[in-house]
């Protein structure tokens, strides 16, 4: 099925260690998110892509990084992870087509729950 | 500058009767907006999407909301609530001012009652 895939769903950390959260997308979406998404407070940004080989910084982008090598797949790492860093992590897509950028909504993954212990 | 308020963190309604989730907005120049739908354990769905055109829009399982520029809202209705509507709603807005932009509401979480 079309759409955004997310791996792994599940992980375990211990304060320090490193993982890599893969993101892929089939739909040919110009623009990629990572989110976080935390009990009361929402969803936070955290990086995006407006493209292949581009990234930006979010709203929340410390303690994480990204990579956009190739325009279906989007990488959020964690260098030295933290328990500040227990969280659903969301991946999006969006197509935002067009000379005017116009937003036609969002494709969500399925999520990743981390805990970092 | 760009804001979406949803005016209720807990909306709890009976199966089988109407449900209202309320959004404002804030934009300075014509928005998108969209509502997603969250299932517990799952990632957000688009539910409707508001870009210019139609001021009511029509989305899945059955769905509207209605574009009120002069009110700032676009808030989310369904005739006749089922069970398996129960999730949590999400409010968002995007524009082109400052750049591509997209503002996630806080969410509004719908109980429905047997």
């Known amino acids: 099925n079309a759409g955004v895939t997310q791996t792994p769903k599940f992980r375990v950390l211990k304060t320090g260690q490193s993982m890599t959260l893969l993101c892929a997308q089939d739909?040919?979406?110009?623009?990629m998110y990572w989110y976080r998404q935390d009990p009361g407070m929402g969803l936070r940004l955290i990086h995006y892509?407006?493209?292949?080989?581009?990234?930006a910084k979010g709203e929340v982008p410390d303690g994480y990084n990204v990579s956009r090598l190739k325009k279906q797949n989007f990488l959020l790492g964690l260098e030295s992870a933290a328990p500040s860093q227990t969280s659903v992590y969301f991946c999006?897509?969006?197509?935002?087509?067009?000379?005017?950028?116009?937003?036609?909504?969002?494709?969500f993954g399925s999520g990743t729950r981390l805990t970092v212990v | 500058a760009q804001s979406v308020t949803q005016l209720d963190s807990h909306v709890s309604v009976s199966e089988g009767t109407p449900v209202l989730l309320r959004c404002n907005y804030s934009?300075?120049?014509?928005?998108?907006l969209f509502w997603y739908v969250q299932h517990p354990n799952k990632g957000l769905q688009l539910l409707l999407k508001y870009t210019s055109a139609a001021t009511l829009v029509k989305g899945i399982n059955g769905f509207e909301a209605e574009f009120k520029k002069s009110e700032t809202s676009f808030h989310l209705t369904k005739p006749s609530a089922h069970m398996s509507d129960a999730a949590e709603y999400f409010c968002?807005?995007?524009?082109?001012?400052?750049?591509?932009?997209?503002?996630f509401g806080a969410g509004t979480r719908l109980f429905v009652k047997a």
């Open positions: 968002v807005v995007s524009d082109r001012a400052g750049g591509f932009k997209t503002i």
């Open positions: 999006a897509s969006n197509p935002v087509a067009g000379w005017e950028k116009k937003d036609y909504g969002y494709t």
């Open positions: 934009s300075s120049y014509s928005p998108s």
């Open positions: 739909m040919n979406h110009e623009y």
């Open positions: 892509s407006v493209g292949e080989g581009t990234t």
